[in-house]
């Protein structure tokens, strides 16, 4: 039964694997044969995610049997339609990315380009993985390799967040491993499959371990995705980062909203026993404030890159509370706010550099602080050269259009994708089959426009800021292979908005079956080893 | 044997809080050995505490945990110190870089203002 095809499930974890180990041997003087094995290795990962992708989206679950053992006793790879999902926004992430790279960041520390494919090869064996402690193995591979990203570049700003963001995610891991370890000796069994069935039948005693078992590895899976207040580590680290590392790492955060969505509603979403529904409301909750932070955050910064972090909190928070209001539709339009958040997150990481370049090092605090208790200085200025209109270099007009569509997007304004996101979110929870606690309905859309608001005004002063209050006195310089990765990202958001349909459909079903797992349970136990040829 | 587990797996995992709740990076980190060494302790009592029992099968006889240890907890600790390992010598050497990039030993790279 095992098509040619069924090998490909492997390929996202082997090709970044053989990448990254091909360019520590090869050395890191040898820059462009690395960049040209970097380049094949992400083309290819974009490649098999479109393939994974279509793969995916039908109503069998594909696994991978590694070593061909029985799938209770081997390691099984899952390929769902959630995890295609997941595959294809992290190779376009990492291939932009990586693309942007090349422009400059890949010189400034050693051996960037392999633990930027271990860092793909970690990110992908965590989408892919179908038991607990292979999670946590690639969720080591992930970090790990994302410990050396954040630090990538040095400097004591670097290092310093640094500290902090691996203190917290080895805690978070201990965590994870005490939640996994207490799962085993309860249930006896680690393959999320084989645990879903194993739910119902948990004699009501140990019943209660089990759920403080698997609520201690949620917190590990919040601390990844930053939920409030398990978050303060995300916006200082992400800030600091490295350009192309920081989006990378953005998609980070949405691991950790990965492991919810699949772990959650696989052993407590719709019809699993007397455990149906635990701690939903602790989502809902953590992930209302965790909106509510992050507006704050978005509100009170005065730097670009902390506002990129401040919005992939808000982006965490949406994601959090809408999986936690537990339909089927709110899903669905929870994955497509997914797909919109991480290509804009992306998108805007990598643009915020080329904005920032060529300005003077805290012009935006200082001209948060102009604006706040005014100092007459400048308008003197411009009254004596009498300048009637600016000419915006063309540069800079490319830059500012990017910097609007990242804008309307993160906000979810019209008529872009991010717009089509939060209307997915509200019409479901707020439709007639939206059932459930209303107030958590209204809260949820409270929220969601609220921050939105935010993130509007903070995107318009730094925008009216940056361009055209205070632009760069030279416009900066801009290479062709750092704009076109800005451009990539944004286009595959218009191209989201545009083939809405379809996405939306495909988002769907996804949603449908994670709340309904049968198909990935039967996928996960059609498997008996094949027959060896 | 089950309290004197416990009790150490108890005194590690406090010990270790305490100290990776303290203020400078070389308390921390000692905190995060104790209460990885607590962890993977904890691992490998969900096993079930015995004494002289094998996790690998003797030719012939059929396998059954009456009689044998799990193996999987074993298998699941050596992954746990192996990776816990790496990832404490990673810290390390961000600590050491921490300090000597920012001239203190405080986790926050300088004094909290008196």
């Known amino acids: 039964m095992t098509a040619w095809t069924d090998h490909l499930l492997m390929a996202p974890i082997v090709v970044p694997m053989l990448a990254g180990a091909a360019m520590i041997l090869i050395g890191d003087r040898r820059r462009n044969l690395i960049g040209l094995i970097g380049l094949v290795s992400t083309v290819t990962l974009v490649l098999l995610a479109g393939l994974l992708l279509a793969m995916a989206d039908e109503p069998v679950v594909r696994i991978y049997r590694l070593g061909n053992w029985p799938t209770l006793f081997g390691i099984v790879l899952v390929l769902d339609r959630l995890s295609a999902l997941m595959l294809a926004l992290a190779a376009v992430l990492g291939f932009a990315a990586f693309i942007f790279s090349l422009g400059r960041w890949h010189r400034a520390g050693v051996f960037f380009h392999p633990l930027f494919q271990f860092q793909l090869m970690g990110l992908n064996g965590a989408f892919l993985t179908g038991d607990l402690f292979n999670l946590f193995v690639f969720f080591e591979v992930m970090l790990a390799a994302s410990y050396g990203m954040a630090l990538h570049g040095s400097g004591v700003a670097r290092v310093r967040a640094g500290l902090h963001y691996i203190t917290v995610n080895l805690v978070a891991s201990l965590l994870f491993l005490i939640g996994v370890s207490v799962v085993y000796g309860i249930a006896g069994t680690l393959n999320m499959a084989d645990l879903a069935f194993r739910m119902r039948d948990i004699v009501a005693e140990d019943r209660g371990l089990l759920e403080t078992g698997l609520a201690i590895m949620g917190i590990a899976f919040l601390v990844k995705a930053a939920m409030w207040p398990l978050g303060f580590w995300l916006p200082p680290t992400y800030a600091a980062a490295t350009t192309p590392a920081a989006a990378i790492l953005s998609i980070l955060s949405k691991v950790g909203i990965y492991a919810v969505l699949r772990v959650w509603l696989l052993l407590f979403g719709g019809e699993t026993g007397p455990s149906a529904g635990f701690g939903s409301h602790w989502l809902v909750v953590g992930g209302l404030l965790t909106i509510a932070f992050g507006s704050i955050a978005v509100l009170a910064t005065q730097n670009l890159p902390r506002l990129a972090g401040a919005s992939v909190l808000i982006s965490s928070g949406t994601l959090l509370a809408a999986i936690g209001a537990g339909q089927v539709a709110v899903t669905g339009g929870a994955l497509f706010y997914m797909a919109s958040s991480v290509l804009a997150i992306g998108a805007f990481f990598l643009l915020i550099e080329l904005v920032e370049r060529g300005r003077e090092v805290g012009a935006d605090v200082l001209a948060v602080t102009r604006a706040a208790f005014g100092s007459g200085e400048d308008e003197e200025e411009l009254e004596e050269q009498e300048i009637v209109g600016v000419v915006i270099p063309g540069t800079l007009a490319i830059l500012g259009f990017a910097f609007m569509a990242c804008a309307l997007l993160l906000a979810g304004l019209p008529p872009l994708s991010g717009f089509l996101a939060k209307f997915a979110i509200l019409s479901a929870v707020l439709g007639p089959t939206g059932a459930g606690l209303r107030i958590t309905a209204w809260a949820l859309m409270a929220a969601l426009i609220l921050s939105g608001f935010a993130t509007v005004i903070a995107m318009v002063r730094s925008g009216i800021d940056v361009f055209w209050t205070n632009p760069a006195r030279r416009p900066p310089r801009i290479g062709v292979v750092e704009i076109l990765p800005i451009a990539f990202l944004l286009l595959l958001c218009i191209a989201l908005t545009v083939g809405a349909g379809p996405a939306m459909d495909y988002m769907q079903a996804a949603a449908r079956d994670l709340h309904a797992p049968t198909a990935y349970l039967r996928g996960v136990f059609a498997g008996r080893p094949d027959a060896v040829p | ?114």
């Open chain 2, 1 to 114: 044997m089950e309290l004197i587990a416990s009790l150490a797996i108890g005194v590690l995992a406090g010990s270790g809080v305490w100290l990776l709740l303290r203020a400078r990076t070389f308390q921390v980190i000692v905190g995060l050995a104790l209460l990885s060494y607590a962890v993977n302790l904890f691992i490998f009592s969900t096993g079930g505490l015995r004494s002289g029992a094998a996790a690998i099968l003797r030719a012939g006889e059929s396998g059954s945990l009456a009689d044998y240890a799990d193996p999987l907890p074993q298998a699941l600790v050596l992954t746990a110190i192996v990776i816990g390992f790496a990832t404490t010598a990673l810290l390390l050497v961000v600590l050491l870089a921490a300090r000597g990039l920012t001239g203190s030993d405080h986790v926050d790279g300088r004094e909290r203002d008196r």
